[in-house]
């Protein structure tokens, strides 16, 4: 009876569902965002995850990955859907080619940029993208960042016409409903602040749960869903709070939802379970006051210099004399104005700013710094140390620059480095926050953050059938993927 009304409600909001069931598989591929191995593992324990928890005993394998520089959905999902995360240095960057900022949830400069990106893939053609970044080449449906936007009319357009669907159907309005309720007695009197937020949150997992289970019923071959609300309530609570445990138990439950839909469809699908990056615990460094700010005005020495905290949003003008610094978690990117098409090196800086690089390390909250040098190479510095790479890849160690990080991470955190400081779209100078124990300084208000190269933020997971063999990069990951959608 469900599936009849679904498959008349589909036909009265004009969609098809004419697609006939292919004798090949098709591919479903569910991202739970800023989930690591190490707090599912945690979920698990604390029974978060049933639905998840099934799928391991019905031979489904748990693995982790290593996402590396920048721990971020942009640059995985981009690595995933297009086959390369080359120059996307963080969640919000400026972009040197384009001439302005780029933001991995603002649709205007996001769709220029993803015009405009080498490709080796188009991951979703015949298929379907359902809250991603990118649309990955999605020719049925395609709700992605681009589209998602009020300045974008025509995207506009066909999201309200799936919002109204996801309203009107009654078995998710009654859903809707339940959860609006439950939230406003539990949250409207202590913090009616977390309430709003939390409904709204939700609902946007309710809306690409109910989209996910259209494109199943109308036999779409390739459908990826990314599931926002757990890495937003990890960044506000922590990774394993249980108001973040409790966000990942309601994604449990609409994985179990896609995985009747799907059995029920008659079309065959192979699940695939992963997340992008996983998140760090993490102390807030500008909670009080804009402290980086002011730090790095400090290691300046130029009054003349205005230093600005941004997101973007604007086309920067390069006659004014400004510094624009870009937090995105527990990294900075700083762009000075005058060299925004052409990145200083730190030669030049130091000639501008004398000790510029000792006098940024000398706050605590500074951990390491990352600059270009002539010819092509390039350093990181730490309080303990450096790290040089040359133009061909090689690289020499000065005393102990990842004091604090486990030995058997050091390996794989020379390679991130050592790939990511070629990216052009980096700032002038990359500021990185300063670990204690186990947790990481973070430039915004999270208590879980991501971005850098420190921590559970660089171990996500992946749950399938895929014969994947041991410590398998994620580009070899992503491949057998891609191989297995063909």
């Not at 690289?395 to 790939?419: C, M, V, W």
């Amino acid at each position: 009876m469900r599936d009849k009304l679904f498959r008349l409600f589909l036909r009265l909001f004009g969609f098809s569902i004419s697609k006939k069931q292919e004798a090949k598989k098709g591919t479903i591929i569910i991202l739970i965002d800023g989930l690591s191995y190490t707090a599912l593992q945690t979920a698990l324990l604390k029974k978060k995850c049933p639905t998840l928890k099934k799928l391991l005993k019905k031979g489904y394998a748990l693995e982790p990955y290593y996402c590396g520089l920048p721990a971020s959905t942009t640059a995985t999902e981009a690595l995933l859907l297009y086959g390369n995360k080359s120059n996307i240095p963080g969640f919000t960057w400026f972009d040197r080619d384009l001439g302005e900022f780029v933001r991995g949830n603002r649709s205007y400069e996001l769709s220029k940029f993803e015009d405009s990106y080498s490709k080796t893939r188009n991951l979703l053609t015949n298929g379907s993208s359902i809250m991603s970044v990118y649309t990955g080449g999605a020719t049925e449906l395609s709700l992605s960042g681009r589209n998602l936007s009020l300045s974008r009319s025509f995207g506009m357009m066909k999201t309200v016409h799936y919002l109204l669907m996801t309203i009107l159907y009654p078995f998710q309005l009654l859903r809707a409903l339940m959860i609006s309720g439950k939230m406003l007695i539990l949250y409207s009197r202590s913090n009616p602040h977390i309430a709003r937020e939390t409904m709204s949150t939700l609902f946007l997992g309710q809306f690409s749960c109910f989209l996910t289970e259209v494109e199943i019923m109308r036999n779409t071959q390739k459908i990826f869903v990314d599931f926002l609300h757990y890495d937003e309530f990890a960044h506000e609570h922590g990774p394993t709070h249980p108001t973040a445990l409790s966000a990942l138990r309601s994604i449990d439950r609409y994985i179990k939802r896609i995985l009747k839909t799907a059995k029920n469809s008659g079309q065959e699908y192979d699940i695939v379970i992963i997340s992008d990056h996983g998140q760090t615990p993490s102390v807030p460094y500008d909670v009080n006051s804009p402290r980086s700010e002011s730090e790095i005005k400090d290691a300046l020495q130029d009054e003349t210099r205005t230093v600005m905290k941004t997101y973007g949003g604007f086309i920067p003008d390069p006659t004014l004399k400004k510094l624009y610094v870009v937090p995105a978690g527990s990294m900075l990117q700083l762009y000075f104005t005058e060299s925004l098409k052409n990145p200083m090196n730190r030669d030049e800086l130091e000639n501008k700013y004398p000790r510029i690089i000792e006098h940024l390390l000398s706050f605590h909250g500074f951990g390491w710094i990352l600059v270009r040098e002539k010819g092509g190479r390039s350093s990181l510095i730490g309080k303990q140390g450096s790290i040089h790479f040359t133009k061909n890849g090689e690289y020499s160690i000065s005393q102990k620059p990842f004091e604090g990080i486990l030995e058997a991470n050091i390996g794989h955190t020379i390679q991130t480095f050592r790939d990511y400081s070629t990216f052009k779209n980096n700032g002038d100078i990359v500021i990185f926050g300063s670990v204690m124990g186990e947790h990481i300084t973070s430039f915004e208000k999270h208590k879980g953050t991501h971005g850098g190269f420190f921590g559970p933020m660089v171990h996500p997971f992946i749950m399938s059938t895929l014969k994947l063999e041991k410590d398998m990069s994620m580009e070899m990951i992503f491949e057998k993927i891609e191989y297995n959608m063909r």
